[in-house]
């Protein structure tokens, strides 16, 4: 639902700001709602991504130190939305 909400806020500044800026700010508001739901930056003890039952995530960090492959979900979130805005969307 977070994400979905902020499909409009990223639709709207498409028009004022680059796709990277947007990527960020998706991120932002991504780490937001965990932090929200109490997780916690980490690298859980099975060396993945996350652990849901620890509240455990290795991306709660700023987005220039995510990997390329991070900031490309990111960046995906983007496009996607944008492409809505545009009516590309099927």
């Keep these: 639902i977070s994400s ?3 499909n409009e806020v990223i639709t709207e500044l498409s028009d004022r700001s680059n796709s990277e800026k947007l990527a960020e700010l ?3 508001r991504w780490c ?3 932090y929200l739901n109490y997780w916690k930056q ?3 003890d099975n060396g993945k991504i996350k ?4 509240r455990i995530h290795k ?3 700023p987005y220039s ?3 390329e492959d991070d ?5 995906d979130i983007v496009y996607m939305a944008i492409k809505r805005k545009n009516g590309s969307w099927s």
């Excluded at 652990?51 to 620890?54: N, Q, T, V």
């Excluded at 900031?71 to 960046?75: G, P, Q, S």
């Design 59 to 61: 991306n709660l960090m």
């Design 65 to 67: 130190e995510l990997s």
């Design 26 to 28: 998706e991120h932002i």
């Design 51 to 54: 652990d849901p039952k620890k």
């Design 4 to 6: 979905a909400d902020f």
């Design 32 to 34: 937001r709602f965990h």
């Design 42 to 44: 980490g690298v859980p």
């Design 71 to 75: 900031k490309n979900k990111c960046r």
